[in-house]
C-alpha cells in the first residue's frame, strides 16, 4: 500500500470505486486565493492584469510547494521517488491551483461588468468564497454526511472566508 494514496478507493456496493471525498485542496485553495484578494489592496492599487497573475502565479507556487512537501515529507527511507508518483502527487494537489482560476477569471472580465478595480476586488473575492462554501459542501456529502453535517461544514468554511472579508474591509480597499 502506498503511504501517499490521495484519498481511499472503497468499492460501493456495486463495486465501483468510491468517489473522490478529499477536497482540502480545493478548500485551501479558495481561501489562498481569497487572503490574496482581500490583501493585495494593501500594498497599493493593481491593474486587473497584475491581479489574476498574482492569483495564478500564487496558486501555482503553493501547489508546487504542497507537491514538493507531500513527496518528501511522506516518502519512506532509502526510497526514490519516481516520476509516476510526481505525477500523481501533483495531480492529486491540483485543486490547489485550480482555485485560483474562477477568482482570476472574475477579475478580468470585471470590466465587462461595468466594475472598477475595487469592484475587481469583490467580485473575486466573492468568487473565491462561493467556491469555498461549494467545496465545503460538496466534500462532506461525497463523504457520506448528512445535509445538516454539510451545512455545517460550509458554514464554519463561510466563517473562515468571511474573516478575509473583514481584513479586506478593514484594509480599506
Same mark, same amino acid.
Given at each position: 500500500?502506498?503511504?501517499?494514496?490521495?484519498?481511499?478507493?472503497?468499492?460501493?456496493?456495486?463495486?465501483?470505486? @468510491?468517489?473522490?471525498?478529499?477536497?482540502?485542496?480545493?478548500?485551501?485553495?479558495s481561501l489562498?486565493? *481569497?487572503?490574496?484578494?482581500?490583501?493585495?489592496?494593501?500594498?497599493?492599487? %493593481?491593474? $486587473?492584469?497584475?491581479?489574476?497573475? &498574482?492569483?495564478?502565479?500564487?496558486?501555482? =507556487?503553493?501547489? *508546487?510547494?504542497?507537491?514538493?512537501?507531500?513527496?518528501?515529507?511522506?516518502?519512506? !527511507?532509502? $526510497?526514490?521517488?519516481?516520476?509516476? +508518483?510526481? $505525477?500523481?502527487?501533483?495531480?492529486?494537489?491540483?485543486?490547489?491551483? +485550480?482555485?485560483?482560476?474562477?477568482?482570476?477569471?472574475? =477579475? @478580468?472580465?470585471s470590466p465587462? &461588468?461595468?466594475?472598477?478595480?475595487?469592484?475587481?476586488?469583490?467580485?473575486?473575492?466573492?468568487?473565491?468564497?462561493?467556491?469555498?462554501?461549494?467545496?465545503? %459542501?460538496?466534500?462532506? &456529502?461525497?463523504?457520506?454526511?448528512? $445535509?445538516?453535517?454539510?451545512? !455545517?461544514?460550509?458554514? =464554519?468554511?463561510?466563517?473562515?472566508?468571511?474573516?478575509?472579508? @473583514?481584513?479586506?474591509?478593514?484594509?480599506?480597499?
Amino acid at each position: 500500500m502506498n503511504s501517499l494514496r490521495p484519498w481511499p478507493r472503497r468499492p460501493d456496493p456495486a463495486g465501483r470505486p @468510491a468517489a473522490r471525498t478529499d477536497y482540502a485542496g480545493a478548500l485551501y485553495g479558495s481561501l489562498l486565493t *481569497a487572503s490574496v484578494i482581500a490583501t493585495a489592496g494593501a500594498v497599493g492599487d %493593481f491593474p $486587473r492584469l497584475q491581479v489574476a497573475v &498574482l492569483l495564478l502565479v500564487t496558486g501555482l =507556487v503553493f501547489w *508546487a510547494a504542497h507537491v514538493y512537501a507531500r513527496l518528501v515529507g511522506e516518502r519512506q !527511507i532509502g $526510497r526514490r521517488v519516481s516520476w509516476a +508518483e510526481t $505525477r500523481r502527487v501533483g495531480r492529486h494537489e491540483r485543486p490547489i491551483f +485550480e482555485a485560483a482560476l474562477l477568482p482570476a477569471a472574475a =477579475v @478580468a472580465v470585471s470590466p465587462l &461588468l461595468g466594475l472598477g478595480l475595487t469592484g475587481a476586488g469583490w467580485l473575486a473575492l466573492a468568487v473565491a468564497l462561493a467556491q469555498l462554501v461549494a467545496w465545503a %459542501f460538496l466534500g462532506a &456529502l461525497r463523504a457520506g454526511a448528512s $445535509r445538516t453535517q454539510a451545512g !455545517i461544514e460550509s458554514i =464554519v468554511n463561510l466563517v473562515l472566508g468571511l474573516i478575509l472579508v @473583514a481584513a479586506k474591509a478593514a484594509l480599506g480597499h
